[in-house]
């Protein structure tokens, strides 16, 4: 069997656009060609260290890195073209719902003063068409947190010091931005480790800072987000593949050891985060026979609404069905759908009519 | 690449046999031929249920079948070959380890009375060279639970009454025998199922009553035997496929709900049966610089214990190590054994010297 072209043409509107379905040509996964041949990069892919200390010792030895949040939602890059800001996501689709929203999220300038500027976003919060889980600081609604910028053509982020000076002289808002650190003073580091476990934030990204540093960024995520990752997949079971389970499992225990958290509160919270879930999923199960996530967000235009229905029922996973669109109070039009985990379904429709396995 | 063989050749000091690696010529894997061409039928895999109930009226309908105690052990069949009972594993290899105790366990005489008697026995305890937990009710050595006689050249079991007239003759103990239940009478069972919930037993194989019954057998698991897994399995996280967690973690919620048990207490459990061993084998590597299991067993002679380490590196999994060896005060030999958890050795080697993953 011939793999697929590693790069697909797609549509929206009137906008002819490639999207790099694979690694190929030098760029990763994700890479976005726009019909006047500028190339949108792909954002790489991020080496994750389970070991704090250890870690930043192996990859930055003495050298300084800055640390910013690393927020729970979903990545976006945004370019300006033909005078619009379009977002794509991390699989290199044009996003309806982000392009909707980004207009009133970020300025046109700093576009206009970088041409090829691509800017990078996560959006998070309880609504947005992709995450099931937000920050627990965003109470409704979504918003972005720029992180990055990169340009076009070409790979690699701009330096730090450009960055933050960028966001903030058009006020751009951005992830939580913790400082510079180093090996010597990772210390510094812990307090604000310990905060965001108790605030259950997701984690760190550390970013070289020296000039021209040939070094990777990585990552490194709480003990509270693999249990909150657990829990928002625990009725995804049989549809998510096995080891996103056991992964975080590994992230769990090893974060409890080096962050000297307390295992026994831990161990409760892991245990309820993965049983409760799954017996909710089996009573969802018994009454509805089937087992779903709602998900709600708002958009400005209702066009911008049937479009993401579009996208989702062609690109996205699991059978989505909507079930609401109507105009709110706040002028916005909301959006709830459903998305079925399709093997969870499956499964306990066979088990539950007493159906064996062979395992 | 062609598959390997399905039947591999293999000898056990003068026997020469041949093991059915995979399903071939009608038999199942496990099959054994023996030097003279008699055939040791693999013993076959049993459906499980995860919902009694329902199970229970989709197999069996109104038709009566019994049940068994299922015990956390490991299987093996005995005939009797030239005058001497032989074991084989369930994969079809010779184990030394029960052939040398098996002769102590079980009488010759019925393999007399019936020469083509395959008698089926499930071996548990806190000492064997197989299962790295037993049944809470053996606190010493291992002990061996009949359930089960076939014959050799065909397949099939014996009729139960036959079985249990055998083992009751020659005083051959048996796996804990329920009694005979249909649907309508499922509900007698239920006390029995919360008392191997509050014993920590496996559970149940349910086996059809009427002669001549075309119907298979069918296996039901406790609540407290997936939490149990779990916690023996932690530490090989990264050797086990990782279904074998998310299965557990299905049939923990299955039976959570169908049993009523409760469910806060099953939480609290389950999070320390993962998070327990994994942290211990985070400081067992920290100290060692591997994961391993020990393993202590006691044999007749000290050649089948030579032979047991010869099986076990030549076949087991994982690299195993003998630690020790010698003639304890009872006469036997006791064989201590370590077998390394290689992949999470090798993961927790990379992650605590700050490596990192692409996940």
Known sequence: MTPPHPIESLNWRRLRYERWQDESEGWPRGTVRLPDGAIVPGYPSIGRILDLRAGVRTHFGDAPFWVEEKVDGYNVRVVRWRKQLLAFTRGGFLCPYTTDRVRRWIPAQPFLEHPDLVLCLEVAGPETPYAEHGPSYLKEDARPFAFDAMQLNRQGFWPRE???????????????RLGRFSLGTLDRLLPILARYEEERR????L?????????????????????DDLRVGAPWLADLPAEYFTNRLLRLALALCEEGLDRKRHAEDLGK???GPLTQ?????AQ????????????????AALELMRHLKRHGKGRVRRRKLFRGEDGMWHLVFEREAA?????????????????
Do not use: N
């Open 162 to 176: 450009r960055f933050y000076a960028l966001v903030d002289r058009y006020g751009i808002p951005t992830v939580e």
């Open 207 to 227: 970013k070289p800072a020296l000039p021209g540093s040939q070094k990777r960024y990585l990552k490194y995520t709480t003990a509270a987000s693999a249990i």
């Open 202 to 205: 997701e984690g760190f990204v």
């Open 273 to 275: 985060a993965l049983l």
């Open 288 to 303: 509805t026979r089937h087992v779903a996530h709602t998900y709600r967000c708002r958009l400005h235009t209702k066009t």
């Open 343 to 359: 093997s969870m379904s499956g499964i306990l429709g066979h088990l539950l009519a007493g159906g064996a396995m062979f395992d």
């Open 281 to 285: 999923a089996i009573a969802e199960f």
